[in-house]
């Protein structure tokens, strides 16, 4: 059973543009949501949360939107830069802190 | 700060041999995590520990993995006798609590 989903496995971008990376969830009791970065050879890396009371939070370049009723949410990177190619994972968290993780985007952004 | 050490990063067996994973937590992280990765799908948690008591272990194949850690600082994780299905990267996580979750490079296991 497949808690979250991410049903584009890749997505490529124009350096400067924006990219928008998708995910749905089935999971109504996920406390919070998380987006992980991953470069090959390493393991994934946190790179920005909300919490399942707001619908939006914002860290520099990275924008997480959160449609409870749709059980839907976005990251947003503008502009998006070359570095910030790698895959890219949305994950549902429980109280136990349990994460349950999508398949992932794999994110390429052409300079 | 370092960070989560795991070894060996790399691991060639056959089936029904035995293998085994070691993963040091970034110092004072109570709580520590393996999760196994198949190629094209996103981690899944096999194990929970907070200190050297386990908190979840229900993903856990039990009839093949076992996982220790017993002093509340590095954590094994066994697999006896491997599978083909086995071959996977298995990823340690550790965090202070229950927060953000910091994961090593990965240990990449192929069964043949």
């Known amino acids: 059973d497949q808690q979250v989903k991410q049903n584009s496995p890749s997505l490529s971008v124009q350096e400067g543009r924006i990219s928008i990376l998708n995910c749905d969830y089935t999971?109504?009791?996920?406390?919070?949501f998380l987006w992980y970065k991953k470069y090959p050879a390493e393991g994934p890396t946190f790179l920005i949360s909300?919490?399942?009371?707001?619908d939006k939070n914002e860290d520099g370049r990275f924008t997480v939107f959160l449609n409870k009723s749709a059980k839907h949410l976005s990251l947003h990177i503008v502009p998006s830069q070359p570095g910030d190619s790698a895959v890219y994972f949305c994950?549902?968290?429980?109280?136990?802190?349990?994460?349950?993780f999508g398949t992932g985007t794999r994110l390429t952004v052409i300079p | 700060e370092a960070g989560v050490a795991q070894s060996p990063r790399y691991k060639i067996i056959e089936k029904r041999q035995s293998v085994a994973f070691w993963c040091n937590p970034i110092?004072?992280?109570?709580?520590l995590y393996w999760y196994q990765q198949i190629l094209g799908q996103g981690p899944k948690l096999l194990i929970q520990?907070?200190?050297?008591?386990?908190?979840?272990d229900s993903q856990l194949p039990k009839d093949r993995f076992s996982a220790e850690r017993l002093k509340g600082v590095d954590s094994t994780l066994k697999i006896q006798p491997a599978k083909l299905e086995d071959s996977a990267v298995y990823l340690c996580?550790?965090?202070?609590?229950?927060?953000?979750?910091?994961f090593g490079p990965g240990t990449r296991l192929t069964v043949l």
């Open positions: 909300i919490s399942s009371i707001k």
């Open positions: 520990f907070q200190n050297n008591g386990v908190v979840d």
């Open positions: 994950a549902g968290q429980t109280g136990a802190n349990n994460l349950f």
């Open positions: 999971n109504s009791m996920f406390d919070y």
């Open positions: 110092s004072g992280h109570a709580t």
């Open positions: 996580a550790s965090s202070l609590d229950l927060d953000t979750q910091y």
